[in-house]
């Protein structure tokens, strides 16, 4: 009699579409991991922006308000003569009235106390006025007068009153005549023209962004005028027009090589060359243009390569195949449909030649300038080094300035961007 043999039973093959199963869904479960890794940094980028933007304009936004004090001001004709009415004594006129103010003031140290709250600007202000309406003299009138900066920054809380006198910038003598005129109604924070109309100034109540302004201005007018028509020109010519040899290649790395030179070689380039060579003027928009040119250029050629070879070969084949000549071919229709591209680089390096400071460093953009510039050849600093200028000043008061003028930078940048996004769309073609 045969014993019985236990066999173990055979395991039951996988079914395909079950591998099949077990494999989707590791799939999906490492898109959705991907999908969310992607949000995260999306998100984590945009709240790091948020903090940057929401600590620039907490620190800069008082920027836009200026401390005044108003006086009864007294043109006396015995100071301020008709033939001299530029060069007349006006700190006289201020002081005269702050003493008339505050008459139980007495002794040279609190009389010097009392006259520092105001702002040296003041004389400027009175002489202004006198220079419009020379009538005003002999007569008295009610003036608003710019406060020290040091009295701007006890108004606006970034001094702290009940620290000790010893570790104040503003002596308790002065805070009692401030709180006197802030409950006359003598003391008001008041909207600063002078820091959108001004130039750069030693005494932070008096400095302003407007030369810096004007002079980014003028040297990105150069750079768009230089570096846009030849850059563009040189990316048609190396993609539709030279032949494909080494020397082409040569040029290729080339460009590639200079977009990735950093900027401060353009800057000793610029010095060498532009100011040392050819002898043009020192911290000048026109310099300043023709470096930031320089700079820019590889990032406008290698973009309208990329626009350039996006156009399909269709429409260079079906113009030539009516008869059209290559130049024809290039202008009236490779040309039109690359053009949004083209801007597109366009943008991105003229938003880096906004940015920039050290190339401009290296040609005197960063010497102290008061004026306002009105052309090409005059002396002139631009937003970047304005901003690098004022975060190394000691005052207070030039820290919110400093902020401040990053936001008039950005908003620069912003306008400056969407100028050139509306030109895109407007030449922008489908096909």
Do not use: C
């Amino acid at each position: 009699m045969n014993s019985p043999i236990d066999t173990a039973a055979a395991p039951e093959p996988q079914r395909t579409i079950d591998i099949v199963n077990r494999s989707l869904k590791r799939r999906y479960r490492a898109e959705r991991r991907f999908r969310f890794y992607g949000l995260a940094a999306i998100v984590l980028s945009l709240m790091f922006l948020a903090l940057l933007f929401v600590s620039i304009v907490a620190k800069g936004y008082s920027a836009f308000w200026q401390t005044s004090i108003r006086l009864p001001i007294v043109f006396d004709p015995a100071v301020i003569q008709q033939d001299t009415l530029v060069n007349a004594d006006y700190a006289a006129l201020v002081r005269e009235a702050l003493f008339k103010k505050f008459p139980q003031v007495d002794g040279r140290q609190d009389k010097r106390q009392l006259t520092a709250l105001m702002s040296s600007g003041s004389v400027y202000r009175l002489r202004d006025m006198v220079l419009k309406d020379p009538d005003l003299v002999g007569r008295g009138a009610e003036v608003w007068l710019l406060a020290d900066d040091d009295v701007d920054m006890l108004i606006k809380g970034h001094f702290r009153r009940d620290l000790p006198e010893a570790e104040r910038r503003v002596s308790d003598k002065q805070i009692a005549w401030i709180e006197q005129l802030e409950s006359e109604g003598r003391l008001e924070r008041r909207f600063n023209t002078t820091f959108l109309s001004a130039g750069d100034s030693r005494e932070p109540e008096l400095a302003g962004v407007w030369g810096a302004v004007s002079g980014s201005f003028f040297t990105l007018l150069i750079t768009l005028s230089l570096s846009f028509p030849i850059g563009v020109a040189a990316a048609v010519y190396l993609e539709e027009f030279a032949r494909k040899n080494r020397w082409t290649d040569l040029i290729e790395v080339n460009i590639n090589n200079l977009a990735a030179v950093p900027s401060i070689v353009f800057g000793l380039l610029g010095l060498a060359v532009f100011l040392n060579f050819f002898g043009l003027p020192r911290s000048a928009p026109l310099v300043g243009g023709l470096v930031l040119t320089l700079m820019t250029l590889p990032t406008i050629i290698i973009a309208s390569r990329s626009a350039l070879k996006a156009v399909p070969p269709s429409i260079r084949e079906a113009a030539l195949g009516v008869g059209a000549s290559k130049m024809q071919m290039v202008v009236h229709h490779v040309l039109p449909l690359a053009l949004p591209g083209m801007l597109t680089g366009t943008i991105i390096g003229m938003a880096r030649a906004l940015g920039e400071s050290a190339p401009l460093l290296m040609i005197g953009m960063v010497a102290f300038i008061v004026d306002i510039p009105k052309g090409f050849t005059d002396s002139a600093t631009v937003l970047p080094v304005q901003i690098y200028l004022w975060s190394d000043s000691p005052e207070r008061a030039f820290v919110e300035r400093t902020s401040a003028a990053i936001m008039v930078l950005l908003a620069f940048l912003v306008v400056m961007n969407a100028g050139a996004i509306i030109l895109r769309k407007k030449f922008e073609r489908r096909w």
